[in-house]
């Protein structure tokens, strides 16, 4: 993780393009994301880790460890990721709607402070924080393989209706195979 922030000072400091901002927003995002999950998992190892930001910002257990409810901490995560009423940082940038140049460096440096606020938050109260299990991508029961199965499946069957265009058919199949 460490790794990451490193590279995105570097990337802020190094180059001075108008997309290095969206670039360092896409990585930094849902690094900080899992990690609020990773809050809650390391608090409560029972309680579901809600799929929502928003919802996960507002968790009780979350806010406790990272400052308390009315923290500076916790009023920047709403501010910056959090709500759509706030800036909402994660999904303007996940779903393109920022162009280049659009969104300041400042608010990408303040997403990393924020970063490194949380963590000495967590460090102060003597909170060493749990990763949670991940979904396992590659090899026999991996996510890629159990995905290439079920398209096998679609494209077999799709090549049994003849009524189905032949452009169709070159699209799933064409799909299928960037997806392995």
Avoid: Y
């Avoid at 659009?102 to 970063?115: K, R, V």
């Amino acid at each position: 993780m460490d790794n990451i922030f490193s590279e995105a000072i570097d990337l802020l400091q190094r180059r001075d393009d108008k997309g290095v901002v969206i670039e360092v927003l896409l990585s930094l995002t849902p690094m900080l994301e899992r990690s609020l999950g990773n809050i809650l998992f390391t608090a409560d190892k029972n309680t579901n880790v809600p799929s929502l930001l928003r919802d996960l910002i507002n968790h009780d257990q979350v806010q406790e460890a990272i400052g308390g409810a009315g923290c500076l901490n916790v009023l920047l995560l709403h501010l910056f990721m959090g709500t759509p009423s706030g800036l909402n940082l994660r999904n303007l940038v996940w779903h393109g709607f920022p162009r280049p140049g659009e969104i300041s460096p400042a608010l990408a440096s303040s997403l990393i402070i924020l970063a490194f606020s949380i963590g000495e938050s967590l460090q102060s109260r003597g909170v060493i924080v749990e990763k949670r299990p991940t979904v396992a991508l590659l090899g026999q029961s991996g996510l890629f393989s159990k995905t290439e199965r079920i398209f096998n499946q679609i494209q077999s069957k799709l090549f049994s209706f003849s009524e189905i265009p032949c452009f169709n058919i070159l699209i799933v199949t064409f799909s299928c195979r960037i997806i392995r």
